[in-house]
Structures are given as structure tokens and as C-alpha cells.
């Protein structure tokens, strides 16, 4: 009989599980009963929702044997089974992740405490850790034939026709010899009470009897579906700890018994940091979705706005019909009854967080603030009304995150709109020139550091009955008559000059003017126009015609500033010299936006011709 090779990647991480020094080697336990588990609910649900399937449920169990001569541990589930194909195409390959990061993630958890093998869905390779021989027989529901797997290692796996009476898997683990020096090791998990130890440990919420020595191990009753006496919070971050494998308690436990229109029960966690996948394909959002304790789905995503993906947990309720597709699910009544009733919550949740945990709340948002953000971009600003009192932004006034609501509250009187600014970073956005006149006036500014803020604020448009303007705004609406009135004047006497500079820039811009709003800085760059310069940046990013997006340039400049006498003494002296001036004003500006001059080698020409 040839021997198969397992794939390149699959050997690998074979290879890392076998000479494995990871301490927690006792979770093969729990990843083995977790898929025979999966197995029976895969056959039960086919049962409910098939035509022609009767099985009773109280059959269904999982079954820990024991032989010390022999020193093998048996874990025979009567679920789903596998095929020939099914064997070949689950047990020889690794499917879902690559066994770089995996090695590079079990390199960096020699402290233990990621648990890294549930992370990565390799669970069924954990069996290694602690067998130099595994077995695997099933037979598929339905099927009339049965198949024998059996590896003993990297050298890969045999699969040969079998005997079985009946559906179902069943592993059996050869345990490796104990170790000399230290004993034990291996030989613990051929004793009853090492097993129903670590059943209660990792498997007790296993909804199917889990069965040793002709008992039931394990208490049955899922989580969610425990009060809160029966169950306490400390119950549920434990059990969201080991399910979703995160070393780190989450921000907030979310428990729902809801009675009325829709019956269901909610356990729903936010977590503290984004798992190691979040900003990946591989990443699927939506909590687990039971109908009277089946699951019907691993990761109904119609449960929960898109801005709210990072909650997970899990949904039950008895109302929802077993038979639902995919397609269905979107139309149904009583699941949108519950999606709105979770979006509420969650909201909710986030609320309280913010009002009563601040510091909490602020490691919240570093984790997930960017889908709050884009959660009011989207859908053109559908939820904006949702969302925007959850977002928070950095006050140049007090040098921490607040709120629009702590911005508006804290107005002086007179002023009539919020300010924001945006950078490529926040420090880029403090240093914004135009920022000058709204702080003469003694009012905060919103401090924005990505590309995307300012289509954020355009989204916005108002807080409560308040414009909210940007500092790159035409018209600020702040009180400067007389800043205004020397402008114009400024305006009408350079229109020569002001003319010129923009035909000299030769397209770059759409106009050249005095500004208003500039003190101590002689220039800057603004836009008019739809299009703002933080929007040509955001879309010069975004692949495809979004890059042709360009802002109209304007030029303005600081009539009472020095360098302004400058150049209109050379554009009446020499105007190849006031040129130069106008290429460097016109880069000065540029940077200061935060654009990289196109000629950067012709910038230094200038700066060059200015010292030498
Ligand atoms: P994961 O469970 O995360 O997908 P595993 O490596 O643990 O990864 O298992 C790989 C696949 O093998 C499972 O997805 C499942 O299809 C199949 N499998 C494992 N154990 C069983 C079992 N007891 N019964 C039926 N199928 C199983």
C-alpha cells in the first residue's frame, strides 16, 4: 500500500506539532472533541432540514476510550463522517493558513499564553503532539463504505478500505513513550481523571453528551443558554477566551434574553484587540446563529451592521425556521427584528463604555475605531446618525481625544460652527497655518491624521444643528471684519502681480489670492471646488480612475508678511528672480499640505540659489 504524501505546508506544520515544545499540549483534547462535535452538527442539522433523515438527537454523543496495554485513546463521534475524498482533502492538507505565520506565531508563543493551534484551525494536526501514531476510521453518512487514515508522521499517510457498523469518526491516538527524565507526561492522558478534567476545563459547554467510563462529562448546557446565577460574567469571559483564543479579557460582555415579537438569547463580546486575521479575507465576520440549540450557521453576518464586525459571540433563538438559506436569511423578518435589536445593544454597550470607562473606551477605538469611521462613510452615511457620537477625535486645545458632544459643550459663546483639520498625521494637522485665525479666536480644532477625515467631516456635515467646517473652508464664518476688509484691499492692489503668479505656475493652480486667514506663515494651499485636497490624497491611493480625482489649487498668500514685500519688490525688479520666489512659495505651500513636490531635485536648485 503506497504511502501519500501529506502537502508541502501540512508536512511542515506536522513537522512543527511532532517536535513541538508548546506546554499546552493537553488542548489535542479539546480540538478533537470540538470537530467531532462540529461532525454531529453537521449530521443533525442534515437531519432536520433534509427530507428522508430520522435520527433522534439523544443518540448523539461523543465517546473517550481508554486502553493502558495498548496505551491508544479513542475519540469516536457518531457525526457526520468522511469520505475517501474528505479524508484526503481534510486530513492532508492544510486548508486555511499558511505555515509561515503559523511558525513565526509559534515561535513567538514560547511565553504560552497565545494559543496558537486553535488560532490557526490546525486542530486535528495537534494530535501529534502527543501520539506518534494516529488513526482515523469513518464512514459517511449515507455511504456504505469506510476508510482507515493512519499516519505515524511527516512521512505522510495511508488511506485503505475499512469495516464500521455505522456513521461517524473515530480517532485513535498511539501516545507517545513518557519522556525519561520527567515521566508522566504522555501516560496522564490514558487516566479517567486527567480526561474528565480536562472535558470540564475546555469541553464543558459541548452541547452532545461527552461520554467516559459510561458517564456523561460534561454539564451540556450551552453558555448562552445559562442565567446569569448560573453562569457569571467571569463564566462567560472564560468561555470567550478559550473559544475565540485570545489571551485577554474582551472590553465588554453582551448578554441578551429577549422575549416578545422574537425569542432569542444573545452572548455577545467586544473584543480588546483585532485577532491576528481582522484586516484580512480570511477574516469573517458574524456571530454564530443557533435555532434551539442547532447551529444553523457559523457566522451569520445579517446579524450585525458592518461597522459592528469586530463583535463576536453567539445567537439563539427557537423562532427562526432550520431550513433557512443563505439567501432567505437576508428577507427574514424575525432575523432583522434581532439585527436591529443587536445593533441597539451594541451601540449601547459602546455608550457606556465611553461615558463610564473612558480608558477602556480609548483602547477600544485604537482597535476598532477605523470601522467606526468608515462605518459613517459607507452606505452614504446611513448609520452616521449611529455612529458619530462614538467617534473620537484629537482637540488641539487639549491635547487628548474628545467628542463631538465634549467639542460643543465646551463652545464659547459666539461661536457658531465646530473646526476640524486634516493631515497625514495629527501632528501634520496641528502645524497647518490655516489653523492660525480659529485659534486667534480662542476655539478648538479637530485634529484629523488620515486622508479619509476629511470625507468623514463632509459626511457629517453637522453635529446636532451646528455646521462643522474645515480649516481649509473659503468661508471660516469667523468674526474678522477688519481681516477682511485688508484682504480685499490687499487683493485689489496685487491683482497684477496675483494674475501673473498663477500664470507662471502654468496650470499647477486655479487661483493665486491674499489671504485671510494667515498670520505668521507667508503661504498655504487650499482647494475650491467639490473636491478638497484631503480627498485628491485619499483617492490618489485608491487603484483605478479615482486617481484622475484632482482639487482646483489655490495659492494664498500673507500680504503682511515679509516675504510677500519680497516678492513683489522682484516682480517689479527682476521677474526672473520673483519666479524662482513664486516655484519655492508654491513648494512651501505644497509641503505644508503634505505633498511631496513633484520636482524635488529642481527644489533644491532653489533653496541652493538662495544660500550660495
Ligand atoms: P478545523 O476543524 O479548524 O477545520 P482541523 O484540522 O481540526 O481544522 O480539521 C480539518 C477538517 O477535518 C475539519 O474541518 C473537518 O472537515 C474534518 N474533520 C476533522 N475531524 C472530524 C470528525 N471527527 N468528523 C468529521 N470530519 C472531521
Known amino acids: 500500500m503506497a504511502k501519500r504524501q501529506f502537502k508541502t505546508e501540512s508536512k511542515k506544520i506536522l513537522d512543527l506539532m511532532i517536535n513541538s515544545i508548546y506546554t499546552h499540549k493537553e488542548i489535542f483534547l479539546r480540538e478533537l472533541i470540538s470537530n467531532a462535535s462540529d461532525a454531529i452538527d453537521k449530521l443533525c442539522y442534515k437531519s432536520l432540514t433534509e427530507e428522508g433523515i430520522s435520527l433522534d438527537r439523544s443518540d448523539f454523543a461523543i465517546t473517550l476510550e481508554l ?34 505565520a503559523f511558525e513565526a506565531a509559534m515561535d513567538k508563543s514560547k511565553d504560552e499564553s497565545l494559543d496558537i493551534i486553535g488560532q490557526f484551525g490546525v486542530g486535528f494536526y495537534s494530535a501529534f503532539m502527543v501520539a506518534d501514531k494516529v488513526t482515523v476510521l469513518t464512514k459517511l453518512y449515507g455511504s456504505e463504505e469506510a476508510f482507515r487514515w493512519v499516519s505515524t508522521g511527516t512521512d505522510g499517510y495511508t488511506i485503505t ?36 478534567s480536562l472535558i470540564k476545563k475546555y469541553s464543558d459547554y459541548i452541547r452532545w453528551p461527552i461520554k467516559l467510563d459510561n458517564e456523561t462529562v460534561n454539564s451540556q448546557i450551552p453558555i448562552w443558554q445559562r442565567t446569569r446565577q448560573e453562569a457569571t460574567d467571569e463564566d462567560c469571559i472564560r468561555y470567550y477566551k478559550d473559544k475565540y483564543h485570545d489571551d485577554k479579557d474582551p472590553l465588554a460582555v453582551i448578554r441578551v434574553n429577549a422575549e416578545g415579537a422574537v425569542s432569542y438569547r444573545a452572548l455577545l463580546f467586544i473584543p480588546a484587540s483585532a485577532p491576528y486575521n481582522y484586516y484580512t479575507v480570511a477574516y469573517t465576520p458574524g456571530p454564530e446563529l443557533y435555532s434551539s440549540g442547532v447551529m444553523i450557521m457559523e457566522h451569520c453576518k445579517e446579524l450585525l451592521p458592518e461597522c459592528f464586525r469586530f463583535v463576536v459571540g453567539v445567537v439563539d433563538s427557537p423562532d427562526l425556521s432550520l431550513n433557512i438559506s443563505r439567501e432567505l436569511l437576508q428577507h427574514d423578518r424575525q432575523l432583522k427584528i434581532i439585527a436591529n435589536n443587536l445593533e441597539k445593544r ?31 462613510l459607507r452606505d452614504y452615511g446611513l448609520k452616521k446618525d449611529l455612529l458619530a457620537d462614538l ?54 480644532i479637530l485634529l484629523l491624521g488620515d486622508s479619509s477625515g476629511d470625507m468623514l467631516m463632509r459626511m457629517l456635515d453637522r453635529w446636532q444643528d451646528k455646521p462643522i467646517k474645515s480649516a481649509n473652508d473659503d468661508d471660516l464664518g469667523l468674526d474678522g471684519g477688519e481681516r477682511h476688509e485688508a484682504a480685499e484691499k490687499a487683493q485689489e492692489e496685487s491683482r497684477k502681480l496675483l494674475d501673473w503668479i498663477k500664470e507662471h505656475l502654468d496650470g499647477k493652480i486655479e487661483e493665486a489670492k491674499i489671504s485671510e486667514r494667515l498670520t505668521s506663515a507667508p503661504v498655504c494651499l487650499t482647494a475650491k471646488g467639490p473636491v478638497s485636497l484631503e480627498m485628491e490624497k485619499y483617492f490618489s491611493n485608491v487603484p483605478g480612475e479615482a486617481q484622475n480625482i484632482h482639487a482646483q489649487r489655490v495659492l494664498e498668500l500673507n500680504a503682511q508678511h515679509p516675504v510677500f514685500a519680497a516678492l513683489k519688490a522682484a516682480y517689479g ?40
Open 67 to 100: 486502553n493502558k496495554d495498548a496505551r491508544t485513546l479513542t475519540i469516536r463521534d457518531n457525526g457526520i463522517g468522511m469520505s475517501k475524498e474528505d479524508l484526503e482533502n481534510n486530513l492532508g492538507v492544510i486548508a486555511r493558513s499558511g505555515s509561515g
Open 161 to 196: 478500505e475499512a469495516e464500521k457498523d455505522s456513521y461517524g469518526t473515530e480517532i485513535t491516538l498511539h501516545l507517545k513513550a513518557d519522556p525519561e527524565e520527567e515521566g508522566g507526561e504522555y501516560s496522564d492522558y490514558l487516566e479517567s481523571w486527567k480526561l474528565k
Open 346 to 376: 451594541v451601540k449601547t454597550e459602546l455608550k457606556k463604555l465611553l461615558d463610564n470607562d473612558r480608558e477602556k473606551y480609548e483602547q477600544f477605538y485604537v482597535a476598532f475605531g477605523s470601522d467606526i469611521r468608515f462605518g459613517i
Open 391 to 444: 467617534l473620537l477625535f484629537y482637540s488641539d486645545k487639549n491635547d487628548k481625544n474628545i467628542t463631538l458632544n465634549e467639542y460643543a459643550e465646551a463652545m464659547p459663546e459666539g461661536q457658531k460652527n465646530l473646526y476640524y483639520a486634516c493631515g497625514d498625521t495629527v501632528d501634520a494637522a496641528a502645524a497647518l497655518p490655516q489653523l492660525e485665525p480659529i485659534r486667534d479666536c480662542g476655539y478648538d
Open 573 to 612: 525688479e527682476d521677474k526672473e528672480k520673483a519666479g524662482r520666489y513664486v516655484e519655492l512659495l508654491y513648494s512651501m505651500a505644497e509641503l505644508l499640505a503634505g505633498f511631496m513636490p513633484q520636482d524635488a531635485a529642481r527644489l533644491t536648485e532653489l533653496v541652493s540659489g538662495l544660500m550660495a
